[in-house]
């Protein structure tokens, strides 16, 4: 029986550990990926917004974050397939047989990137769909691309590789960007970047890399097909909570619905960072929220230190 488990080990469920494991909690984290730091991972351009560290990207900010969780105590598994959890008995059973049970769990499982669902979306991974403009324009230079998505990510995006690419086509399925009025500005005074409002991306084709997009306009019949050498989609992200669907309460869109203190409606089960927080998704909000469970646990426990 652990005190605490942790489910997610990005920088919410890292900086839980660290305050459970300063308030000696006895306490288990559980991260289904090989290397811990979540989206710290996908982040290719500079940190600058959290206090106290200035950081080139994601990697060298996780480098920092890294130091102080090796040198803390408590126990951190990777790798670990959650088959199912039972929030109100706080037991997690795992793919590998083994059944887990604490006092207190924290659900800190973050939110991944939305798919399309479309044809080549899949088969073209690493063959001409590209991750991060931030991380591969170079690669791209001079090439026709396609970016999917009106948000800011997507016009950050299409603006990066208006840099190096003779065309940007931006295919968005409202009628207005959703992104931040600066870089729709900024959109404007790009003559290469073409958007396509109210139109869908179909299906994405080629042979052995990324040749050409299908799009379908709002209004049209028929799709028509463009040759790009390039793609990114960037059409907003979802919470990882399927496996807690039917067992506490969510908002519409799947984010765990939480008080000020981070608690669900489950007793003894909180949620934080990303996952429970669609309106500012930070580093710095998912450490305080991380710093804020760990202190109301441990007061609830009686400061067993
Ligand atoms: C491109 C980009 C740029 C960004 N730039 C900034 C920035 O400049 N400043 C800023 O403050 N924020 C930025 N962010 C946002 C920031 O990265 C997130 O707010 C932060 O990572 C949220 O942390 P988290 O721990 O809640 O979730 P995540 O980082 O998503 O981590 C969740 C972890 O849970 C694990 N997990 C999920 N499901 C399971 C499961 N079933 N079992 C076990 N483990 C599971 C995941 O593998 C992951 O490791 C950026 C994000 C991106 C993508």
């Known amino acids: 029986m652990h005190d605490v488990i942790i489910i997610g080990a990005g920088p919410a469920g890292l900086s839980a550990a660290l305050w459970c494991d300063e308030l000696g909690l006895d306490t288990l984290v559980l991260e289904q990926n090989e290397r811990t730091g979540g989206q710290l991972h996908s982040i290719y351009g500079a940190i600058e917004n959290y206090p106290g560290v200035r950081a080139a990207n994601g990697r060298e900010f996780f480098d920092r974050f890294s130091a102080n969780v090796s040198e803390a105590d408590f126990d951190l598994w990777t790798n670990v397939e959650i088959d199912s959890v039972n929030l109100n008995a706080r037991t997690i059973h795992l793919r590998s047989g083994e059944d887990l049970q604490s006092i207190m769990i924290i659900i800190a499982t973050g939110v991944r990137r939305r798919q399309l669902g479309i044809p080549g979306e899949k088969e073209f991974a690493n063959r001409g769909i590209i991750e991060s403009a931030n991380r591969d324009r170079a690669d791209f230079a001079g090439r026709d691309v396609c970016v999917i998505g009106g948000g800011d990510a997507a016009v950050e995006n299409a603006l990066l590789l208006a840099e190096v690419c003779p065309t940007v086509t931006l295919v968005h399925r409202r009628r207005a960007l959703k992104a931040r009025p600066t870089f729709v500005q900024q959109l404007q005074g790009q003559h290469c970047i073409t ?4 139109s869908v991306v179909t299906r994405i084709l080629g042979s052995n890399q990324v040749e050409a997009v299908e799009i379908l306009r709002k209004d049209a019949l028929k799709p028509f097909q463009m040759a790009v050498q390039g793609v990114v989609i960037r059409i907003g992200v979802e919470p990882a909570t399927e496996l807690f669907r039917e067992q506490l309460q969510l908002d519409e869109e799947g984010y765990v619905s939480v ?35 760990a202190k109301l646990i441990a007061s609830r426990l009686g400061g067993r230190k």
Request: no cysteine; net charge negative; glycine share 10%.
């Open 195 to 198: 958007v396509f409002p109210e």
């Open 259 to 293: 008080n000020s203190q981070h608690e669900t409606n489950v007793t003894n089960v909180f949620a934080i960072g990303d996952v429970s927080n669609p309106l500012a998704p930070t580093i710095s909000g998912a450490a305080g929220a991380g710093a804020t469970a």
